[in-house]
């Protein structure tokens, strides 16, 4: 059941990353975070939607769809969705080191990093269409 959640749309513009990372971490502040559990998904977050903005819509611009929820047990849910040229094979685009930027400035380790700092990582992606990436974590795992 979800318990509250939020909506965001921002165009895929670099200097909106850093706005995402916030907002979202201040949605989920309310649960009472660790320090360690906000980075995370600071992290986790800013990588999906700089994929997004480098791969999903590369040198244009387009909407990225942000959607954040708590459910009852203290879970996160992060949907961060493009409507970009979406990725060929996602269990590639997953594997360390892997990366389809041509100019060689990206060291494709973004779906490893998201997938360290979450307890589930999902990716669906159609050609043409774009692509979502869900983030799930369990946060005060410590009580």
Do not use: W
């Amino acid at each position: 059941m979800v318990k509250n959640e939020m909506k965001l749309q921002i165009p895929s513009k670099s200097l909106n990353e850093s706005f995402v990372r916030i907002a979202v971490a201040s949605f989920f502040a309310q649960l009472d975070p660790t320090v360690d559990e906000i980075s995370d998904i600071k992290t986790a977050v800013s990588e999906a939607v700089t994929n997004s903005i480098v791969h999903g819509y590369e040198n244009t611009i387009g909407t990225i769809y942000i959607h954040a929820k708590i459910l009852d047990d203290k879970t996160i849910y992060i949907r961060i969705k493009d409507k970009g040229c979406g990725i060929e094979n996602v269990d590639k685009a997953k594997e360390p080191m892997y990366t389809t930027c041509k100019t060689g400035e990206r060291s494709g380790l973004g779906f490893t990093v998201m997938q360290s700092f979450m307890d589930k990582l999902k990716v669906i992606s159609k050609i043409g269409k774009g692509t979502t990436v869900t983030l799930i974590k369990t946060l005060n795992k410590r009580f």
